[in-house]
């Protein structure tokens, strides 16, 4: 997809899953390798936002946050500062399953809307959304002001939110979202990998 920039926030403690949920094996790769898999297609940049040399590896892009450890927006400010392009699809790290499709949807989706944001039932995930580089200075002053709460800013920005339950059928499968915070996550995750071959 023409310019669309997608950042992988990897910056968290991970302290849920005891160890790196990033670096987590799966197949004969990572996690975060899988994600990258997934969205290099629709991708014309990608690059993580994290503060460690664990992801050198990859051999991509690895920006550092200018707000040390105070979590996912943090990471939004990084990335929507450095991005190249307007629109930035932020996801995070702990999302292996989730499809190009989806992210593409919501792309073709924003419309002049500063955030297009996915929504499943009825709870906003903000961490798969489509983020304008334009609202930086917003992100930045409540990250300033020791505001961390991502849906904080949300009331300054103009919002869509677009709920899983509206997407096209081929894309509302609920293993798409599996989020790997914890072992018991990661173990469904390999079942469902075991499960496919
Ligand atoms: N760059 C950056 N990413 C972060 C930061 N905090 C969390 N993230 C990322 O944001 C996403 C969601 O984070 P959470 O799962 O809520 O938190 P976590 O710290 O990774 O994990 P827990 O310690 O188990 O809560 C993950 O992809 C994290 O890597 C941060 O301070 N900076």
Same mark, same amino acid.
Do not use: W
């Given at each position: ?46 690059? $993580? ?85 334009? $609202? ?25 939110? $677009? ?35």
């Amino acid at each position: 997809m023409q310019n669309l920039t997608v950042a992988i926030l990897a910056g968290g403690k991970s302290s849920r899953m005891g160890r790196n949920k990033a670096l987590l094996p799966l197949e004969s790769k990572t996690i975060i390798e899988h994600l990258i898999t997934n969205f290099q297609p629709i991708a014309s940049e990608l690059f $993580i936002v994290a503060n460690t040399s664990e992801y050198d590896f990859l051999g991509l892009p690895v920006y550092n946050d200018r707000y040390p450890a105070q979590g996912p927006l943090a990471g939004i400010e990084t990335a929507l500062r450095v991005a190249t392009n307007e629109k930035v699809f932020i996801t995070a790290c702990d999302l292996p399953l989730l499809p190009a499709g989806i992210p593409g949807h919501l792309a073709v989706n924003t419309g002049d809307f500063d955030v297009t944001v996915l929504a499943f039932k009825g709870k906003i995930e903000p961490l798969i959304g489509i983020y304008r580089k334009s $609202i930086y200075p917003v992100v930045d002053q409540h990250l300033a002001l020791k505001k961390n709460k991502i849906i904080e800013f949300y009331p300054q920005v103009k919002v869509k939110v $677009i709920n899983f339950e509206d997407l096209p059928a081929n894309l509302q499968k609920e293993e798409y979202l599996l989020n790997v915070n914890t072992p018991a996550d990661y173990e469904k995750l390999l079942k469902i990998f075991i499960s496919k071959e």
